[in-house]
């Protein structure tokens, strides 16, 4: 089945306890990105990789950091989470760029920093 | 500045009656408008998405329509089910760029019995 997958669906930490959060897809997607979604400011990407080892900040990247070592994976780290950070992280892929192709995405994952 | 704005914010509406969800935006060079339906806590899915040159499209119960001139677009849920309630996002993409994805904040449409 084609898919996004993310690890974990849910995590509780606190502050400064670094932590990644892994992203998958399968579909030999070239595209993948990270959202978070916070009520009422609706989806915003923090980084995006149009290929492997290519990766670029979108809108809210501070904090966070990603790598893209292979086509399939695009995994999320906060080094030094903190409280600000809580919120709802979504992964997507597209098969070249964003703008022109469907994004498929993740379940989520839903992320309390104490 | 680019924009997608949604309205209204939030709806309740009766199992079985229709609804229209409203999304402008002032994105240029436009590209393309995606409607996504999104379950709570879980991931947008793509209900269509319309290029410049489609006025209206279909999927199932939902039927978008985009107007470029008045960069306007709708989302019509015809005979809504409790499994419609959920949050529409309507999304923009410009043409400069692989990357230029613009969000609406969303609709959260509630159906009752």
């Known amino acids: 089945e084609a898919q996004v997958t993310q690890n974990p669906r849910y995590l509780i930490t606190v502050t400064g306890k670094k932590l990644t959060v892994t992203c998958s897809q399968n579909?030999?997607?070239?595209?993948m990105s990270w959202y978070r979604q916070d009520p009422g400011l609706g989806l915003r990407q923090i980084y995006y990789s149009m290929n492997v080892e290519v990766t670029d900040k979108g809108d809210v990247p501070e904090g966070y950091k990603v790598s893209r070592k292979e086509k399939r994976n695009f995994p999320l780290i906060l080094e030094s989470p903190s409280p600000n950070q809580t919120s709802l992280y979504f992964c997507?892929?597209?098969?070249?760029?964003?703008?022109?192709?469907?994004?498929?995405f993740g379940p989520g994952t839903r992320l309390t920093v104490l | 500045k680019n924009q997608v704005e949604q309205s209204p914010q939030s709806l309740i509406i009766l199992e079985g009656k229709n609804c229209t969800l409203q999304?402008?935006?002032?994105?240029?060079?436009?590209?393309?408008l995606r409607w996504y339906k999104q379950d709570t806590g879980r991931g947008p899915v793509s209900l269509t998405i319309?290029?410049?040159?489609?006025n209206t499209k279909s999927n199932g119960r939902y039927t978008a329509t985009l107007d470029a001139d008045t960069k306007q677009s709708s989302l019509h849920i015809t005979a809504s089910q409790l499994s419609d309630s959920a949050s529409y996002i309507c999304v923009v993409s410009s043409l400069t760029g692989a990357n230029n994805l613009f969000f609406g904040t969303g609709t959260r449409l509630t159906v009752i019995p």
């Open positions: 319309m290029t410049f040159s489609e």
């Open positions: 999304c402008n935006y002032t994105v240029s060079p436009f590209s393309n």
């Open positions: 997507a892929s597209s098969l070249l760029g964003a703008g022109p192709n469907e994004q498929f």
């Open positions: 579909m030999n997607h070239e595209y």
